[in-house]
């Protein structure tokens, strides 16, 4: 699952609330390949700065930690701290971004930015969820890192977009239980679909998976020979989904059973 393009326009619209320091005049020498060399802050800031806006943003990325390594005393090294993890998220560096933030956060617990770090941690975890064939290990730290920010600045601008990822977070998770509980009814593991898809009815009532879930379902309960299990589950289907083409699969798998038995 990629958004990065609407993940960077949100986070770039961040960046531009936090206060600026002010700039000194720019100075070509913060263009050096090696940014090892001592700088007065100014020019290692602008800089940064300057490579950043020519989309060079893994060396962006390392002026801006030069900046806090050389200068951290300075006010700019605390917004240096948040733009390398910024950088650091445009090069899909997403470790290190994530390590970035979690610093600031450890040194700063307490500073206005810190929703934006706790934001920028769950967008990187975000942007690396995988296909749900894949281990849906960074799928739940996702999850965490949004709740985590929801429960802690439920009022803060980045709330609201955490809801709608956690929405989609969760769409994607049903999504690999549909694809497990797809997977035993193919090999006739009947009781091992029942429970994946029940996973889905019971944790994630509220996905696009749902309606699919319970036709499953009534087709798992079928096999097994739970009648009245099946029978619910098409009920359940019918009174919420009622013109879905699940709804009619399962009804006709019912009305068949039904007339056979």
């Known amino acids: 699952m990629r958004v990065s393009l609407r993940s960077a326009a949100l986070i770039g619209i961040a960046l531009a609330t936090l206060p600026l320091a002010g700039c000194a005049g720019r100075s070509k020498k913060g263009q050096d390949s090696n940014r090892y060399v001592a700088r007065d802050v100014d020019t290692l800031y602008n800089a940064a700065n300057d490579a950043l806006a020519k989309r060079q943003y893994r060396f962006a990325a390392g002026l801006f930690d030069e900046v806090e390594r050389q200068h951290p005393y300075s006010p700019w090294a605390r917004r240096a701290e948040l733009m390398s993890a910024f950088a650091y998220y445009l090069a899909h560096n997403y470790p290190e971004s994530i390590s970035a933030s979690q610093r600031f956060l450890s040194i700063h617990p307490g500073n206005r930015d810190a929703p934006y770090a706790l934001y920028l941690i769950a967008v990187d975890y975000y942007e690396q969820i995988a296909d749900v064939t894949r281990d849906q290990k960074i799928t739940a730290q996702a999850l965490d890192a949004m709740g985590e920010l929801i429960r802690r600045y439920p009022d803060s601008k980045y709330a609201a977009d955490a809801r709608l990822k956690v929405d989609l977070i969760n769409d994607h998770l049903a999504g690999k239980e549909m694809e497990i509980g797809r997977f035993y009814q193919r090999r006739g593991e009947w009781l091992g679909s029942v429970i994946r ?44 989904y009622p013109g879905t083409d699940y709804y009619q699969h399962a009804y006709q798998l019912i009305q068949k059973k039904t007339k056979a038995g």
């Open 197 to 240: 898809f029940r996973t889905v009815i019971d944790q994630y009532q509220s996905s696009s998976h749902t309606p699919e879930a319970l036709m499953r379902l009534t087709e798992s309960y079928l096999a097994l020979g739970v009648i009245d299990e099946a029978k619910k589950s098409a009920a359940v289907l019918g009174a919420n």
